[in-house]
Every structure is written in structure tokens, then in C-alpha cells.
């Protein structure tokens, strides 16, 4: 399996988006461009009769809540995918983090808008798998360590001199609490998607040096909040432009804001649609 993802540069054309309550897929991307299909051609009735056989009424119910389906042209190429809200628009310059499928077009894992710094991400993407699983552990050691240390000083206190009381509530409190906090964990990775593989690729194809540990929430925090202030000159981006003053649709995630574009490296396979002296030109590995 290639451990890198491909990328194609230009304009956005031909844009559509099919709306939340419109969208109608099963589990995996792959699996589910049969659905969009139907969606692209109307078919919904089709298409949610797909997803109750395939993964349940309340399962797809929830999916839909949070995802867009879109199509678009760069150049000559048809790219589609899923992201939770495509709100980019149509003369929207882009890059675009893709794998190419069987049909020739080609399948979108992220996007990025240069002007704006603004990076849609697949679902769950928004951290590399060692960045998640640090979070995951600091939300799991924030609950049970302080729990840990406050029975450790009432079960020593209730011995008093009984060293294999101690030993013995010392022992369970290590059972327990690990117990508890392996439950924290795992359920906070459920909740967030646990990391992503997918994301680990996306970063590597994007030119960051360390993939694993990105961390797209907490660079939003230091663009916004822990460094520059907008107003400053040498602000990472103009904040005056169109694209950044659009206001976001309700209910986004996934989409981030990024300081700095690492360079993407020349290993990566690199479309690019838009005319110049080489206007197809490809980078492999």
C-alpha cells in the first residue's frame, strides 16, 4: 500500500454539494461512491435503502448529521469526497490531497486554500494517531489521577499502622483506577475518531516532517489565541480577503486553520491544472 496520498493543484469548476440531510452513505469511503452515485443522480430513495440494509437507520442517521458529499472539476480531473461542510466555492484556487480510483477520477482527502490557510479534512483527520493518543491520554490522566491520589490518602489514613491494609487498598486502587482509566481512554478515542490513519498520510503527503503528531485544533489555537494577533502586519494571512471574511455554514468541524505550509516534498506525485509552460506536471517518488 502507498504510504502517501497524490495532490492536484488549480481552480475549482463545475462545484456541487449534496446537503446533510440529502446524503445517504454506508461505512467507508470506498464503499459508498455506489450511494453517491445514486445521490448525483437523484436516486435518494434508492440510496437510503442502501444504507438501512448496510449499516442500520440509526447509524446512517447519525452519519448524516455530519458529512457533505462533493464534486468538482480541477482542470480536466473530477474529484469527489466527503468532507463534514464542502463550503469552499466554484474560482476557489485549491490544493487538493487525493487517490486516484478506478474510474479516473480521483478521491479527496483534504483540501487547502492557500489565501485563506483554511484545510478541509476527511472525517476524523484532524490529528495524527500520536497526537490523538496524547490527548486521549491527558483527558483519561486529568480524571483519574487526582481520584488516585485522594483515596491513596484515605485508605492510608484508615490503616493507620496496618501496612497490609495498605497494601491491599494500594493494590485495588491500582486496579481500579487503571481500569477506569483504560475505559476513559478508549471511550474518548471512540468518541474522537481515535486518531487517523488516514490523517497520519494526509500530513506526510502535505510535507510534514513529523505526521503522527499534528495536531490541526491545537495549530487554531496557536494562530489565534497563543501567537500573533490579527491585527499585527506579519499576521500569517490577510484577513481582509473575501475568502477569509465568508462567513462558516453552522456546524463545522474538520476544517482548520494552518500557520505555515510546510513545503511539499518531490517525492510526491504533484496535477497541476492550471496553464502555464508545463501545465501537466508530475512529481513521483
Known amino acids: ?5 497524490q495532490i492536484i493543484t488549480g481552480k475549482i469548476t ?23 452515485g445514486q445521490l448525483a443522480l437523484g436516486n435518494t430513495t434508492e440510496a437510503a435503502s442502501q444504507v438501512g440494509m448496510a449499516s442500520g ?29 464542502a463550503f469552499f466555492r466554484n474560482g476557489d484556487k485549491v490544493e487538493v490531497v487525493v487517490e486516484p480510483l478506478d474510474d479516473g477520477s480521483y478521491y479527496a482527502y483534504a483540501l487547502r486554500r492557500p489565501i485563506d490557510h483554511r484545510l478541509w479534512l476527511y472525517p476524523w483527520a484532524m490529528k495524527g494517531t500520536k497526537a490523538s493518543n496524547k490527548e486521549s491520554f491527558k483527558f483519561a490522566g486529568k480524571i ?4 488516585f491520589i485522594l483515596s491513596m490518602v484515605i485508605f492510608t489514613i484508615a490503616s493507620g499502622d496496618d501496612l497490609v491494609f495498605l497494601t491491599l487498598m494500594f493494590a485495588l486502587d491500582i486496579l481500579v483506577g487503571g481500569s477506569i482509566f483504560l475505559i476513559l481512554f478508549y471511550c474518548d478515542q471512540g468518541m474522537l475518531g481515535g486518531g487517523s490513519k488516514d490523517a497520519d498520510k494526509i500530513f506526510a503527503t ?24 490579527m491585527n499585527e502586519p506579519n499576521f500569517y ?21 494552518y500557520r505555515e505550509a510546510p513545503p511539499i516534498p518531490d517525492y510526491i ?17
Open 1 to 5: 500500500m502507498n504510504q502517501y496520498f
Open 14 to 36: 463545475e462545484l456541487e454539494v449534496i446537503d446533510t440531510h440529502l446524503s445517504h452513505f454506508g461505512g467507508g469511503s470506498f464503499a459508498s461512491l455506489p450511494l453517491l
Open 57 to 85: 437507520q440509526q447509524e446512517a442517521a447519525d452519519y448524516l448529521n455530519s458529512v457533505q458529499y462533493f464534486r468538482c472539476k480541477l482542470g480536466e480531473f473530477t474529484v469527489h469526497g466527503i468532507f463534514c461542510r
Open 144 to 147: 483519574t489521577f487526582p481520584c
Open 206 to 229: 502535505l510535507g510534514y516532517p513529523k505526521p503522527k503528531t499534528v495536531n490541526m485544533e491545537q495549530e487554531y489555537m496557536e494562530m489565534f489565541f497563543n501567537n500573533k494577533s
Open 237 to 257: 494571512i490577510d484577513v481582509n480577503t473575501d475568502e477569509f471574511k465568508r462567513k462558516d455554514p453552522p456546524g463545522v468541524k474538520w476544517v482548520a486553520f
Open 269 to 285: 506525485t504533484v496535477i497541476h491544472t492550471e496553464k502555464t509552460n508545463n501545465n501537466k506536471n508530475k512529481r513521483k517518488k
